[in-house]
């Protein structure tokens, strides 16, 4: 019986989406297996596509295509991840072939071109067809070989397949396929001036934005082509001009260096002594390691309480045992910190994965890890999926975090694949975090999880103390500043003693924008419902969602008004008030602006910590994670904003934040101190974080969230429509509200549904789209999920829907 391979197909759109049956030709027979990558014929025209063979069965092949040809001899996925990839799937409603995609690396992505060839003594044209004949004669006047291959590739856009592929069957055509790997990435392409530039700049003859550039770079030493070019408000193709010039050289920034000069001093993880709570946890969790029977545990540590040093013991334990372990982290610039600590313990047998590395080191990443070389993974969100073929452990370090809710295709949840990974191993989840996820602390206390507690900190050392000032008395009397009185002192107490502060700015609100004293309309971005900012470094306006960048305005697009001002309140402009008040503080800003690259956050912590500094201000980046012994202040301004901020999960964000900065500090023995600055003093999230009271916080929120029906209480997917032109896109979803409710009462679902809106999004113009959304809270069940599939299909054809975009996101945020 001949091989019938069933294929995900590269390109597709959900509603079409399906496993498509290939024939598998009698030569390709012996080498084609599942977890295969392939070249099909797809659609009327047959145009080559990649796709991914998923399963394999024999069969008649009647009526089927066939593969064109295999791009792997062996498969790039285990049977595991495809099975993975199937769950991906049903669960968050995205295409097979984007399913397995993502656990591939980027740099295993490949395009085919085909490329033709005439067959040298064809003589047997008789046994084609007129049209065939024909068309021989015209390719045999082609010139060469590229004009050859022009007019066959036109004559495939313009009319099929049909002949060249009747050439190619009667052998008067040979065709050939190259696949070519996507590589070479811009996210860490590095630019710096050449030593000839720097010697003599006057000879070089530079246009005036070559010139900005080069100044940047003479300031910054280096940087990513991305932010040089952010930095100056040009184009990344003035800075390839000013390389072509010779005055600067770009080159690939090494992520990942060998360890001697990553690490620290080695250490042994026989050295690490656990503290008593420490202990208990680590055993709690080893003997379910040691049994091989799926689990999963809560970690609740308050911070300082050394959850890292029981991470290292459980994977040291896990490895040793013969097995492999995950440590996931959640943002980017954590990594080089933790990496180093672990580095140092484990050398060459640490794996990482995440987005900061190139395409070329993250294809060798997991290369290493396949071949087995590495069998410690550490990574962010996507590096659950690594190739490890025998877990014991998996770790979710801060598991609250929303960065390991994937926002794009498939925009899955890092907790769900965790636990099928462990689920098929027979190993350990380990969640952790001083400020679990209020749905995790759910499942804890409901005893889906284990719940393990540390409640010390390391040998004791003292929470910071903590004070909260009231920023409306402050203003009562007179402080226009956004510095109290409190706080002030306390900078000065810390520069002159050579101790370190880090102030903490709320992302949300903490710009500069522009509006105007007459209408009072802030100046927009033109493709998106969002102000532009203006930044000071750059002295331009710029949207921070699409990118858009333009000069500073002068007159009121709104109104004509000449009467514009500066409002809100940047990084920057708090800075102005820093150099002010401390004129001899050097200070590290670290937001959005200045750390593009991973490579800036690295130096930039590295350069604090290494005392370079005295004040480090930022937003939530720099609140969580990190440990910083010389840091004895923490100053907290004004996050209330973040707390209205129109999403269900606003007070959890803020309550962690808060929670996690003030943590920070007094690590290195000496008390540390904290000032809140807010208008809200008496509110109770301001309260319970000072204390450090998580458990008061969890018990005021649940019963918010039990009251509103909020999650957990349920799950909550979420339908996001965009397109081209407001009023279709509002008809369109209203289209398909009107068809959820009528499949809703032909279901009848065994829990309740609510479904509401469509409501404009939270941003309601992004990028030039426009954005409506539907909410349906709703029990996220097989049932459910298969509603949810339905209506994405059928929607597709609604006619309403002809020019908008449509997705479902489970559990993803409201806020945006
Ligand atoms: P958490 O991540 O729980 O907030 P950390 O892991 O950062 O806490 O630990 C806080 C501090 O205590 C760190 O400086 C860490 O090196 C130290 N520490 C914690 N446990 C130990 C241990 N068992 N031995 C030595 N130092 C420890
Ligand atoms: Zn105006
Ligand atoms: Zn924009």
Known sequence: MPLIAETAVSGTAYSFDMLFSYAVPERLAAAAACGCRVLVPFGRGNKRRIGVVMKLSEGSSKGLK????????????????????????????????????????????VSAKETFRLVKNFTDISSLSEDAARFLETLCCASDSASLNDIIGQHILDNGRRLPDELCDAGALDSDNVFRQAVGDAAVRMVRLTDRYMSSPEKFDLTPKQKKAADFLAEYGAAAVKEAAYMCGITEAVIKRLCANGAAEEYEAEVLRKVEDLADEARSPEDIVLSEEQQKARDAVYAQIADRKPAVFLLHGVTGSGKTSVFEKLIDDTVKSGRQAMLLIPEIGLTPQILK???????????????GLSHGQRLDEYKRIKRGDADIVIGTRSAVFAPLDNIGLIIID??????????????YTTHDIAKQRCAYHGSVLLLASATPSIESYYLAERGAYRLLEMKERYQNAPLP???????????????RTEFSRRLAAEISANLKNGEQTILLLN????????????????????????????????????????????????VCP?????????????????????????????????????????????????????????????????????????????????????????DFRS????????????GRGGRGGSRGRAVLQTFIPEHYIMNLAAAQDYKGFYNEEIAIRRAMIFPPLCDMCIFCFSGNEDISVRLGAEAVLKLMNERLRELQPKTPVRVLGPVRCSYGRINGRYRYRIIMKCKNTAEMRRFISGILTESAKLKEMKTTALYADMNGDVGV
Do not use: W
């Open 66 to 109: 066939s593969i064109v040809s295999l791009v792997d001899e062996k498969p790039v996925i285990s049977g595991e991840l495809l099975q993975l990839a199937f769950y991906l799937r049903e669960q968050t409603f995205c295409t097979y072939f984007d399913a397995v995609k993502t656990m591939l690396p980027p740099a295993m992505s």
């Open 341 to 355: 600590r672990f580095r140092s313990m484990f050398g060459e047998r640490v794996a990482v994965i995440h987005s």
């Open 398 to 411: 801060e598991e609250g975090e929303r960065s390991y809710k994937s926002d794009s295709s498939p925009r």
């Open 465 to 479: 103390e903590v004070s909260i000032v009231d920023m409306n008395l402050e203003r009562g009397e007179g402080n």
């Open 507 to 554: 992302r949300r609100g903490y710009h500069t924008i522009i509006s105007c004293c007459d209408c009072y309309q802030p100046v927009y971005c033109p493709n998106c419902s969002v102000p532009l900012t203006y930044h000071k470094k750059n002295n331009k306006m710029m949207c921070h969602y699409c990118g858009y960048v333009s000069e500073p305005v002068t």
């Open 558 to 646: 709104s109104c004509g008004s000449e009467r514009l001002k500066n409002m809100g309140f940047g990084t920057q402009k708090l800075e102005e008030e820093l150099s002010t008040f401390f004129p001899s503080a050097r200070v590290l800003r670290m937001d959005a602006d200045t750390t593009f690259s991973r490579y800036s956050y690295e130096k930039n912590f590295t350069d604090f910590r290494e005392g370079k500094y005295d004040i480090m201000i930022g937003t939530q980046m720099i609140g969580k994670g990190l440990d910083f012994p010389n840091v004895t202040l923490v100053g907290v301004l004004s996050v209330d904003k973040a707390l209205y901020a129109g």
């Open 651 to 662: 007070y959890e964000r803020t309550f962690s934040l808060i929670t996690q900065v003030v």
